[in-house]
């Protein structure tokens, strides 16, 4: 299985039980910039206690790994938990929505692409998932987080509302990291 097979089938899961989602990470960067190899899938997800054996259900062990109490220590903390396809090496990560304006925005302008031939999904948009990379970027250093923002920007830049980012960034505490990547661009 691949990631796009793994995504078709977590999309197909979270449509069937209603749970709203978006997209994000890696897959939407590729999906708005540059190819990148990953080993993982990130969502966003409006999951529910009355969802957790639904979810279980869905990806049942041993095809699939799934904690019960992973999930449920997510739904606490407004963490997140995994899904696991040992026979794959993937690994969906999935982030409980927050009760945050930034999460609001984020679902309101969600998009709804095609990543694959095959299927649909609502991603989040590409201002959104420049400002999470510029969130992991501030917590971690990653630099892979700078280069799918600088490849969204190549590819999407001119569909990319810089004022959204801009007033986000702010809100957010990552301007200066803004800052530094357009001054990075325009150099």
Request: proline share 5%; net charge negative.
């Amino acid at each position: 299985m691949g990631p796009y097979e793994l995504l078709r089938t977590v999309v197909e899961v979270l449509e069937r039980l209603r749970i709203p989602y978006l997209v994000t990470g890696s897959i939407a960067s590729m999906a708005y910039g540059e190819p990148r190899l990953t080993n993982d899938i990130d969502i966003v997800a409006e999951i529910h206690p009355e969802h957790i054996q639904l979810l279980l259900a869905a990806f049942p062990h041993p095809e699939y790994y799934a904690s019960e109490e992973m999930i449920r220590e997510a739904l606490g903390t407004f963490g997140q938990f995994n899904i696991i396809h040992p026979g794959s090496g993937l690994k969906i990560d999935v982030m409980i929505r927050r009760k945050s304006s930034f999460d609001d925005s984020r679902f309101a302008r969600k998009k709804r692409i095609r990543p694959a031939k095959e299927f649909e999904a609502d991603f989040a948009a590409p201002e959104d998932v420049i400002l999470k990379k510029m969130e992991y970027y501030k917590e971690g250093g990653s630099e892979k987080h700078l280069r799918d923002i600088t490849g969204i920007l190549k590819v999407s830049g001119a569909d990319v509302d810089r004022r959204y980012i801009a007033l986000w960034a702010e809100r957010l505490g990552v301007s200066d990291i803004w800052d530094a990547i357009l001054r990075r661009l325009d150099s």
